[in-house]
């Protein structure tokens, strides 16, 4: 296992398209986390899953954001109608439920909204 | 809810030196983890070191050591003899297990800028 996947590692869209982003976790890790990091600042929590359920949702993931998990295995975050403040790196993440050794995190996908 | 201040937003030290990042939390859970993570330039986020708060005895990895006053809600990081690999951004992050008693999400502080120089 080579650890969590992130693709694309970069992506320049323009405002008002739709962008999807994949995650693939560590195969055995049941829980994964989708972080938003801006320049300068620490990841914020988006949202998270364990498998296939949807746990919880922050609220700063707009109705314009929307994550699957369908087969409990990788994930997609898209991002309908981009605005230029969802400029950010989106990082994904895994760990297993009871593992409290902190996360394996990816390299992140940044998004650049011209 | 849990708020992490790291108070230092860039921080230089000279190779072979010493250097203490600060971080400062907000809680009213009595059981909870918090870690140190690495993110150097364009590179993913590692885990440093990590500290259980029911335990007494602070963390250590290696060159990397914890000061934690639980009372205080302080969690510091010593790096000790610093090597030009430990520039990155290093955050401070803090976990409060859900009630079912497994792993929940990070929070994490705005992060302090180190810059080791020769």
């Known amino acids: 296992d080579t650890g969590v996947s992130q693709d694309p590692r970069h992506k320049i869209t323009k405002r008002g398209q739709n962008v999807t982003f994949r995650c693939d976790p560590i195969s055995e890790h049941n829980r994964l986390y989708w972080y938003r990091q801006t320049l300068g600042q620490g990841p914020e929590f988006l949202t998270y899953f364990q498998n296939e359920a949807q746990l919880e949702k922050s609220r700063l993931l707009s109705d314009r954001f929307s994550a699957e998990r369908p087969k409990g295995s990788f994930s997609t975050l898209e991002i309908q109608r981009t605005e230029q403040g969802d400029s950010a790196m989106y990082l994904c993440?895994?760990?297993?439920?009871?593992?409290?050794?902190?996360?394996?995190f990816g390299s992140g996908t940044r998004l650049t909204v011209v | 809810a849990q708020t992490v201040t790291q108070s230092q937003p860039e921080m230089s030290v000279q190779e072979a030196e010493t250097v203490t990042l600060s971080c400062t939390y907000d809680t009213s859970e009595s059981n909870y983890y918090l870690f140190w993570y690495k993110q150097p330039p364009s590179r993913q986020m590692i885990l440093v070191i990590r500290q259980e708060a029911y335990k007494q005895q602070n963390a250590t990895e290696n060159r990397f050591s914890v000061n934690f006053q639980k009372a205080a809600k302080s969690f510091s990081l010593k790096i000790s003899d610093s090597q030009l690999g430990d520039t990155a951004m290093y955050f401070c992050a803090f976990m409060k297990p859900l009630n079912t008693g497994t792993a929940s999400k990070l929070t994490f502080g705005t992060g302090t800028r180190l810059q080791v120089t020769l």
């Open positions: 993440a895994s760990s297993s439920i009871y593992d409290f050794s902190g996360y394996t």
